[in-house]
């Protein structure tokens, strides 16, 4: 049975930083790249950031490009997000994905075949 399970959202304030990481199960992880999209209240669902399966590439959003970080630890089937510089425009509920490829860094949430439940994160001014 495949999981994805998202940890470390929460309440924070701007300027501040949280880490965000996803536990992966069910699926060879270190075959897959990974992503993080986010969805803000009455917003479609948006990118944030892509890593390859053996994570020496990444992809970022321009709009987070310099305050987040994507990684992953393939042998804990863990996959992390870093943010750090928080506005309140990043308050949304934060989602985890599998691609269905190993090799490629892809915004489209239509190539991931895999989803977490999301984590809620809340930035306050």
């Known amino acids: 049975q495949v999981q994805l399970v998202e940890f470390g959202g929460g309440l924070v304030q701007a300027g501040g930083s949280l880490r965000l990481s996803c536990a992966a199960s069910?699926?060879?992880?270190?075959?897959?790249?990974m992503g993080w999209f986010r969805q803000a209240p009455g917003k479609e669902r948006e990118f944030v950031a892509a890593?390859?399966?053996?994570?020496?590439?990444?992809s970022y959003a321009d709009s987070i490009k310099g305050r987040f970080t994507i990684s992953r630890e393939n042998a804990r089937n863990t996959l992390y997000l870093q943010m750090s510089s928080l506005k309140p425009e990043d308050t949304a509920v934060y989602y985890c994905?599998?691609?269905?490829?190993?090799?490629?860094?892809?915004?489209?949430?239509?190539?991931?075949?895999?989803w977490g439940q999301g984590t809620q994160v809340t930035v306050s001014l």
């Open positions: 069910g699926f060879t992880f270190s075959h897959r790249a």
């Open positions: 994905a599998a691609d269905s490829s190993a090799n490629l860094v892809r915004p489209r949430p239509e190539v991931y075949d895999y």
């Open positions: 890593i390859t399966a053996n994570g020496r590439s990444t």
